[in-house]
C-alpha cells in the first residue's frame, strides 16, 4: 500500500486504459441513445468488442432498447 501511495503521489495511476476516448465514448452515448446505430455497428465503427461499448455507456440515463419480457407473458 505504501507503493501505490507513493506512486500516486508521483502522478501514476494503476490500471488499464480505457480502448474509448471520452470523445468517442460520448459518441457512442448519442448514437445509441439517437437508436441511428445498433451496438454492433458502434463497436465495428470503434474496432472494439459490444462489451466495450456496453461498458462505456452511462449505466444511469440509457434506456435499453427493448424491454424484458415478462416470463408469463411469453406463455400461451
Not at 476516448?21 to 474496432?47: C, H, M, S
Not at 462505456?56 to 427493448?66: D, G, S
Amino acid at each position: 500500500m505504501d507503493g501505490l501511495a507513493s506512486a500516486r503521489a508521483r502522478g501514476r495511476v494503476g490500471g488499464r486504459r480505457p480502448r474509448l476516448t471520452p470523445d468517442q465514448a460520448a459518441l457512442a452515448q448519442e448514437l445509441y441513445d439517437a437508436r441511428i446505430k445498433t451496438v454492433q455497428q458502434i463497436a465495428d465503427l470503434f474496432g472494439v468488442p459490444r462489451s466495450t461499448v456496453y461498458g462505456h455507456l452511462n449505466k444511469a440515463t440509457t434506456v435499453p432498447r427493448q424491454p424484458k419480457k415478462n416470463r408469463q407473458d411469453a406463455r400461451p
